[in-house]
């Protein structure tokens, strides 16, 4: 379990690290002191969020360790915890953020905390509003279309899942680059794992906008279509590693033994 775990956390922590240096760098929030809340907030948002790309890590550590499905289920572990942040402990913390700083969070926040039970709250009333002009502005939230308030609801788990395809990726990089020199085979997962990560991000990004462009957009294709890059790019890398006749069965079974 430590196998998969353990490189995880250290890319988990560098990814988080970068992001916070980053903001460092760039001014903080304002050039102001930074309140315990605003930290918090961003800290569960960035956790959730590069979570599931750290899981190719994962499952190119334990490709020779674990199963698909055992590799899955610690996967799925990481998934759970990563919409658990994002889809509650990033709004709490937000609300709280917004609390210390006096924002009006009845104007703001009207329903309380942006959690996935009050965008389905907030969903219902603007359907039954049925308004022809939208606005997306913070303190206006009954105004947000229909379909805008269902993409952030289904881009959670649509995020979050991506953790699963991109442990079972990392495997199958494991087993395709076994046959080159330790300095070659790092760089080759390096740069699939960069790709997946980029691919998949710059897709959850194009169906954002495409579904915040128009209220007419689907807003559940636009939020699961981009888990088929990394589910296509999975299928491709268990045809190659058929194609090459490389047994992976029978190489977890020899690393059990040993």
């Known amino acids: 379990m430590r196998g998969f775990f353990r490189p995880v956390a250290i890319w988990l922590g560098v990814l988080v690290g970068l992001a916070l240096s980053y903001r460092l760098v760039m001014g903080g929030l304002g050039g102001r002191a930074w309140s315990g809340w605003e930290i918090a907030y961003l800290l569960p948002g960035w956790v959730g969020?590069?979570?599931?790309?750290?899981?190719?890590?994962?499952?190119?550590a334990a490709h020779l360790a674990l199963r698909p499905r055992s590799l899955a289920?610690?996967?799925?572990?990481?998934?759970?915890?990563?919409?658990?942040?994002?889809?509650?402990g990033s709004p709490l913390a937000?609300?709280?953020a917004r609390a210390s700083q006096?924002?009006?969070l009845k104007a703001e926040f009207p329903l309380g905390p942006l959690t996935p039970s009050t965008l389905l709250k907030l969903r219902a009333i603007a359907d039954a509003d049925r308004r022809t002009s939208y606005n997306f502005r913070l303190g206006r939230p009954f105004e947000r279309p229909p379909n805008w308030l269902t993409?952030?609801?289904?881009?959670?788990?649509?995020?979050?899942?991506?953790?699963?395809?991109?442990a079972?990726?990392?495997?199958?990089?494991?087993?395709?680059?076994?046959?080159?020199?330790?300095?070659?085979?790092?760089?080759?997962?390096?740069a699939l794992g960069l790709a997946t990560g980029i691919a998949f991000f710059i897709a959850v990004a194009a169906g954002l906008r495409w579904v915040r462009s128009d209220p007419s957009k689907p807003a559940i294709?636009?939020?699961w279509l981009p888990l088929l890059l990394p589910a296509a790019e999975l299928a491709l890398l268990i045809s190659v590693t058929r194609i090459r006749?490389?047994?992976c069965t029978v190489r977890l079974s020899q690393a059990s033994d040993d």
């Open 168 to 190: 079972l990726l990392g495997q199958r990089a494991g087993f395709l680059t076994s046959g080159l020199s330790p300095p070659a085979r790092r760089n080759a997962c390096w």
């Open 102 to 104: 006096g924002a009006d």
């Open 151 to 166: 993409y952030l609801v289904h881009s959670l788990f649509a995020v979050a899942l991506f953790a699963v395809l991109a």
């Open 94 to 96: 937000d609300y709280r």
């Open 49 to 60: 969020l590069f979570l599931p790309f750290t899981a190719f890590a994962g499952g190119y």
């Open 245 to 247: 006749g490389i047994d």
């Open 73 to 88: 289920g610690r996967a799925l572990l990481l998934a759970v915890i990563s919409y658990g942040l994002l889809a509650y």
């Open 221 to 223: 294709l636009g939020a």
